[in-house]
């Protein structure tokens, strides 16, 4: 599938419904497999060398109403404005979202809690 250039960077179509609208506050229920195959289809464009699933959904203890807490490496040449929009695409994809950008010089008490349970769910 080759990217198409548009004015805010690379495009790349999904195989998830893109049209599906999820409504604030809603969550959709996919498999690990369905997860890793919408952040493969997302991470590219958006510049993210590593994404990781941590919390109750990586650790198969969620419920319904459970939001998706991810630890995502970017690239090197991924703005803050870059991963925003990434952020969107999963929000539209996922609902209920909590993102984590890595920066490798931080390390603290709650990366050494969130290590335990962390799940790769794409790598470039």
Known sequence: MNARKTGFGPFRPCSYNA????????????TFEE???????????YGMKR??????RARGDSRPDSDYDFFAVPGDDCSLFTASGFLLKLQNALGDVDPVLDDPGERNGFADRMDRDLRLVYES
């Open 19 to 30: 049209n599906a609208c999820i409504v604030m506050g809603e969550t959709r229920e996919c």
């Open 35 to 45: 997860l890793c195959d919408i952040i493969a289809e997302l991470a590219p464009a």
């Open 51 to 56: 994404m990781y699933l941590f919390g109750p």
